[in-house]
């Protein structure tokens, strides 16, 4: 009997073949899976697989967690009394190892794993940037075959290891990441693989709970307020998810950590909508030209998580949550001072999430004495290239105007090249 089942969060079906899919009966709420028992770590076990709430079976390779420690020098200097800090990437004065610089690791990693014990046989994956390195990067470990799919605008800051270079990599030469998923989806289709499915694939939001996990093992409770900056939104609803099995369980907390969640001005639709408590994003806070104004544009999704069954809405709802609006000046800024007060760089994205902190503290929306989780999503890139060399990504161009006939026969001589 496997350890978890899949469910509907709306209608309450219990799905037992259901890799990334929607309900059936109800197509506009997200499925959540439930795991058997409490939760539980598996003494002598390194890395994440030492946790039982994570849809997989018998992984094969090891794959590094989060750091979750406590802070003196940020919080220190903001005047917390308890503040937490997950890091994501690499520092191994801290004994942070991941190569990949990003927590999008974790998705890969349990994605790719559920796939494998799925008999699903190769996947296409859709990227902004980080999503697509971390996939890369897995592909290279457990030697799943992947087909990655980027829009041209996010090249330039895109970077790979060494060894991920063989990965094909498609980049769109004429759309933006929303355009990159639909092209993906194409590919998929024609190559009879999966998409990976985004928001809908349980695999992908339970392996970005980890960061709670990983947090509750260490603090022994949930914390009492979450701070991260979003795009899609899929990892702040996975910590809500994580949150409700944890409320469940019954030993670690009785309320849901408040979700703080940030995105970085002009481009911030879930700000406003949240702000008039409105379950439909605004079009014209969807505008592409916003987009270009931005500083992190890993975070600039046009199709978020915002309004569907167990999306961001939900989440904020079930939390009585808040959103901020950061502008880039004072993305920059918090970028220095987390640097400054704890001595590693951190990726702009995750420079949102400081300065979301920075502003609760400011307005009050947080108490010193709380005790609060800020998620570093990315973090180490300066670090990690003092010891190792950095590869820019080398895709294969197309346009959204190829053929079906086109595609296909690309897909052909790629995969041909691969094996
Ligand atoms: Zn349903």
Known sequence: ??????????????????????????????????????FAVEKGVSGVWRYNWLPVHSPGF??????????????????????YIAFNGYWPEQGAEMTTCT?????????????????????????????????AHLSTVTGFPVIIVVPQMCLFEMWYLEASLSIPTIALEDGDYSDAIDLAKRMALAQGYPFEGGVKNIAKRDGLGIV????????????????????????????????ERFL??????????????????????????????????FQEDLRPELIEQITTRVISTRYPAYSV??????????????????ENDDVYAAVELFEKTEGID??????????????????GHVDRKDTILLNITGGGEKRLRQEIKTHRVKPVFLSKAVTDAELEELLCSILKNVS
């Open 248 to 281: 469940r369980d019954g030993r670690y907390g009785r309320k849901h950590p408040v979700l703080h969640l940030a995105q970085n001005l002009p481009f911030a639709p879930m700000v406003k909508a949240w702000d008039m408590r409105s379950r439909t994003l």
């Open 62 to 83: 090891y794959q590094p967690g989060p750091v979750v420690y406590r802070s003196r020098g940020l919080a220190g200097a903001l005047g917390l009394d308890d503040l």
């Open 103 to 135: 927590f999008k690791e974790f998705e890969a990693a349990v994605v790719l794993e559920n796939a494998r014990s799925n008999t699903i046989e190769g996947m296409v994956v859709a990227s902004a940037g980080n999503t697509a390195r971390a996939f």
């Open 309 to 326: 069954q167990g999306g961001v809405f939900d989440a904020l709802t079930a939390t009585d949550g808040r959103m901020y609006g950061i």
């Open 346 to 363: 951190i990726v702009l994205a995750a420079g949102v999430a400081v300065a979301a902190l920075q502003e609760a503290v400011k307005e």
């Open 1 to 38: 009997m496997s350890h978890y089942r899949i469910k509907c969060r709306k209608c309450s079906t219990v799905l037992d073949d259901a890799f990334c899919a929607f309900c059936e009966h109800c197509r506009d709420s997200l499925l959540v899976t439930e795991y058997r028992d409490g």
């Open 212 to 243: 709670l996990l990983e947090t509750v093992e260490r603090v022994g409770k949930l914390p009492d307020r979450y701070f991260q900056a979003v795009g899609s939104g899929t990892g702040a609803i996975a910590v809500w998810e994580m949150s």
